[in-house]
Structures are given as structure tokens and as C-alpha cells.
């Protein structure tokens, strides 16, 4: 056990400072549903602190040399590498996620992803055009200035320091937003930021609600690029701001994806992959496969063993060392869930398994816990099937043909993720190249290879994440011609 703070304020120009409202909203707790601490609720003032304090940090920050921010950056990985049981537990307590996962996959990702892009801008190239001898052309790549991240809260220190990581490596300062559902390890970030000795105003973390802060950081004439990840609803209203201000924009948004199981697959290895791809951080990840299709040789199987080892998954507080399904992040979040479930009835779903809230025993019980639940009967266009949930429900739909699974894995706005199973290899290939998703797995899921570009096609954003991708849209490219004539 550890103790977190109890007021989680701003990180502007290299200080931790309170908002200039003085005013704070609560923080809950979702294991226990109580506060546990309280979050600043900063305005547009605050944010025109933090980007003059970026704004001035930027010409020196920008002009380092590469292997200085690599240092920085190598450091900050070191500290949250250090704090790794802390920061787990921060993150457990702020998000309800299982402990266990926060240690196994959210905090050694946040360091990996310091890593990765103080690396990453050792290798860093741009391209040269020559004509033989008459001239000779070069890109300059330019960082873009006062970069703004704003990040969701289901994968909080994770999604965050995926911005901030290649945003810094790159040389531009920042205006970071976390969510404010979950603030604690950004906070906590800060912290490290000051111990790592990282320069006044390269980073600043500005805490409150989307509207006020994340808005006034969207409209702010000075920040050049956002980097954002959240609903797609929200991601319309920063693209209907941002666009007309010609800003960079990266969107990573939601999903509703296809897990696609064919009767050749590996089976034992499937059916366990599909547990996790299923309700994982309980199905809080935009590349969740939460519309499952089952070739109708092996439907009836499939059916029973999911449903089986559903319900033998174990659901209870998020530092409990057998928890396997934490709780949900907000009490709004659940009832937007159970909303969804109600819903899948009404369209004549059956629920196979769960379909409820959860109460534990005290001091959990108001807690907001759901049962993992499964749907079936669904038809593929029905709003269940179409409408991203995120959250422990997924529906399982046989299928006949390869023809007949692509049209209804291809039938929503979204095309963030797929996963495709089978042995056959050709097959593999000839649906992957049909989907209408930025990531496609065979036999396997959520294995990232930071290098890869990440990110979705139709309403799942736009842009990709990842490798030297991120560092490009942090920089302006500027091309420079010289006559060599
Ligand atoms: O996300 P929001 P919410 C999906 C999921 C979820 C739904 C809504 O379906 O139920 O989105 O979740 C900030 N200008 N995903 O409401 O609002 C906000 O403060 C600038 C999928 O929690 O998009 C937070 O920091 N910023 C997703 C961030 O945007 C604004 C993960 C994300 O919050 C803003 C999370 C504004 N006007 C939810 N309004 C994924 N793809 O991973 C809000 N924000």
C-alpha cells in the first residue's frame, strides 16, 4: 500500500502549482466509489500559462542537441522504471483496473515508450534529392512548436506518455491534458519530470474538465499540433476547432471491432486470446474485439467454451492479487454500459452470460463492477453491433462465408483493429487486405511493435501513432533547394 496525494495540481513552467481558480473537483475512487482525492479544475488561464511558459522553453528545448533530449528522456524512463509499484498502484486506485495489469502492461509501457523515442530521435533521418550537378535538394525537419496531448482515461499514464514521449523527442514543448476521470499518474509524472531535471516549461500538465481545459489548449492560436485520443464524438468537435486554425492534427478514436474466427483456426490458442481480447481492462481499449464472428462449423463449440470460461473469470477489487475483471472507471461509464446492455434486449439479444452490475462485498460495495457478458442473436446492423460500448460485452454472431464476414466486420463507422483466426494462410491475407481497419492481427492480439504505424480509418481518426510516424507529425518538413550549377 501506498499513500497518493490527496490534491492533484498543475505542472506549469517547471512547478507544481495550483489552479488560478483555487478550485477543485472531486476524484473518485471506482473500486470503492468514494473520493479519494481531489483534481484542479483549471481554465482557460491556466492554460495560457502553461503555453507562455512552453511558448519560452521551445527556442532552447527545440535546438538541443538530439543526444541532450535523449538523456532527458532516458531519465524520466528510469524514474517511472524506479517508481513502477507506485505508479501501478496509482493507476489501479485512479482507473480500477487490476493491479496485476497496470504492473504487467500500463507502467513498463509508459517507461518503454520514453524509451522508444529517446532512441528513436538518435536515428531520426530526412530525405535528400539530388540532380546530378545542378542541384541538390535537403529536408529540413523542423519541430512544430508548442505541441497539445490530451489523452483518454483508459489506459491513462500509457496513452499519455505516447504523446508527450515522441512529442519532447522530437523537440517541441508541451500543453498535456490527461482525462480528467483519471489524473493521478500524470500528476505523478510531473513529479518525475522535476526530479528528472527536465528544463522549465518543455513539459507542462495542465489538469480539469474537456470543455475548459481541453478546449482553451484545441483553440489556443499558439499551439501549432494536437495529439489527441478519446471518443470520436469529441475528436469531431476538436477537428471542427482545430481545422479551420490549420493545426497538425492527429486523432486516435473509437472502435468497434471484428474478431473473426474461422473453424481452421489454432483453437486453445483463440478461444484464450479471445478472453482477453474480449474484456481485457474490461473491454476499455479502443482495440477490444467486441464484435466476435464465429464460423457456424464451430459455433455451437465456440459458444459453450466462451461462455464457460466467462464465467469462471473472476470479478473483484482492482488489488486483489486474484482479480482478473476490475471495476469500470466511472459510475457514469456503468450506467452507460448497463444502458447498452438493456438495449441489446430490446433488439431481441439473448444474454448468455452476465448482462449486470456486480456488487461486491464491503468496503466495495458501491463500487462499479459488471459482470463480463456475452450476447447473442443480434443482428449485424442493429445499434448494439454498431454503437462502440467499451466495456465488458461483446456479442458472437455465426457466419457461412468469407464474403458474408467481411461485409458485416465492415459494416460500422469505425476501422480501428481487426483479428483474424485461422490456419490457412492465404485466406489470412486475403481478408486482412479487406478489412476496412489501420490494424490487422492473424492469431495473435494487441501485440504492438512500436515501430508499426497505429491508428484507424473512417470514424476510428486520423493520422497514425507510432515509430518514426509520431516524430514526422511533430515536425514541419521544409524543403531546401541549392544550385549547384
Ligand atoms: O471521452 P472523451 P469520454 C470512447 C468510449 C467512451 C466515449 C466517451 O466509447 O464511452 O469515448 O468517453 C478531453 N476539447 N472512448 O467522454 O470525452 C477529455 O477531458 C478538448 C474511446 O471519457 O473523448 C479527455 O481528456 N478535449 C477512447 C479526452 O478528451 C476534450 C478512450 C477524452 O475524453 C474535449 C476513451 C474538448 N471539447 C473513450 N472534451 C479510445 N479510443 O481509446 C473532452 N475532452
Known amino acids: 500500500m501506498f499513500e497518493l496525494p490527496s490534491k492533484i ?19 473518485i475512487n471506482p473500486s470503492t466509489g468514494q473520493e479519494y482525492s481531489v483534481v484542479a479544475d483549471s481554465d482557460k488561464a491556466d492554460v495560457e500559462l502553461a503555453t507562455q511558459a512552453a511558448i519560452q522553453a521551445f527556442p532552447e ?57 529517446a532512441t528513436a530521435i538518435l536515428h531520426y533521418y530526412s530525405q535528400a534529392h539530388i540532380n546530378e ?17 490530451i489523452s483518454p482515461w483508459n489506459l491513462p499514464l500509457y496513452l499519455f506518455t505516447w504523446k508527450i514521449a515522441p512529442a ?9 491534458k490527461p482525462s480528467e476521470i483519471t ?12 526530479e528528472a531535471g527536465l528544463p522549465k516549461g518543455v513539459l507542462n500538465i495542465v489538469h480539469g474538465y474537456g470543455h475548459k481545459v481541453g478546449q482553451s489548449i484545441i483553440e489556443h492560436p499558439k499551439i501549432k499540433a494536437i495529439s489527441f485520443t478519446g471518443g470520436t464524438k469529441t475528436g469531431k468537435t476538436i477537428a471542427s476547432t482545430a481545422a479551420p486554425m490549420f493545426k497538425k492534427l492527429s486523432l486516435e478514436l473509437g472502435g468497434k471491432n471484428p474478431n473473426i474466427i474461422f473453424a481452421d483456426c489454432n483453437y486453445d490458442k483463440m478461444i484464450k486470446t479471445t478472453i482477453q481480447s474480449s474484456f481485457a481492462n474490461q473491454g476499455q481499449i479502443c482495440l477490444c474485439g467486441s464484435r466476435i464472428f464465429v464460423e457456424r462449423k464451430i459455433y455451437d463449440k465456440f459458444k459453450n467454451d466462451f461462455v464457460e470460461k466467462t464465467r469462471s473469470l473472476k470479478v473483484g477489487p482492482p488489488l486483489n492479487e486474484d482479480t482478473q475483471i476490475g471495476a469500470v472507471v466511472s459510475e457514469q461509464h456503468m450506467n452507460k454500459i448497463l444502458s447498452y446492455i438493456e438495449l441489446a434486449k430490446q433488439e431481441d439479444g439473448t444474454i448468455l452470460c452476465g448482462g449486470n452490475r456486480k456488487i461486491l462485498d464491503t468496503p466495495y460495495n458501491s463500487g462499479f463492477y459488471i ?13 448494439t453491433n454498431q454503437e462502440e460500448i467499451f466495456g465488458p460485452v461483446v456479442t458472437i454472431t455465426p457466419f457461412d462465408t468469407e464474403e458474408e464476414v467481411i461485409t458485416m466486420a465492415n459494416s460500422v463507422e469505425y476501422g480501428l483493429s481487426a483479428t483474424i483466426w485461422t490456419e490457412n494462410l492465404t485466406r489470412a491475407h486475403r481478408v486482412a487486405h479487406q478489412l476496412e481497419s ?8 494487441l501485440n504492438r511493435d512500436l515501430r508499426t504505424p497505429f491508428g484507424g480509418m473512417k470514424a476510428s481518426g486520423v493520422g497514425r501513432e507510432g515509430g518514426f510516424k509520431a516524430l514526422d507529425f511533430f515536425n514541419e518538413d521544409k524543403n531546401i533547394c541549392v544550385d549547384l550549377s
Not at 499518474?185 to 522535476?194: D, M, P, Q, R
Not at 459482470?371 to 445499434?383: A, F, K, Q
Not at 489501420?438 to 492480439?445: D, F, R
Request: hydrophobic content about 40%.
Open 9 to 27: 495540481k498543475n505542472y506549469i513552467n517547471g512547478e507544481i502549482v495550483e489552479p488560478i481558480s483555487k478550485n477543485y473537483f472531486s476524484n
Open 168 to 176: 519532447l523527442a522530437a523537440g517541441c514543448t508541451v500543453v498535456a
Open 133 to 149: 550537378r545542378t542541384s541538390f535538394n535537403y529536408t529540413f525537419k523542423q519541430p512544430i512548436g508548442v505541441a497539445g496531448c
Open 371 to 383: 459482470e463480463p457478458t456475452i450476447i447473442e442473436g443480434l443482428h449485424y446492423t442493429c445499434r
Open 61 to 117: 528545448w527545440s535546438t538541443l542537441p538530439h543526444q541532450k533530449r535523449f538523456e532527458y528522456l532516458m531519465k524520466i524512463a528510469e524514474l517511472i522504471d524506479k517508481k513502477m509499484d507506485y505508479l501501478a498502484y496509482a493507476e489501479s486506485i485512479d482507473n480500477g483496473k487490476p493491479l496485476k495489469l497496470a504492473k504487467r502492461v500500463d507502467i513498463p509501457r509508459a517507461s518503454a515508450n520514453f524509451r522508444f523515442y
Open 183 to 194: 489524473p493521478m499518474t500524470a500528476y505523478l509524472l510531473s513529479e518525475i519530470g522535476i
Open 438 to 445: 489501420g490494424i490487422v492481427w492473424i492469431n495473435t492480439w
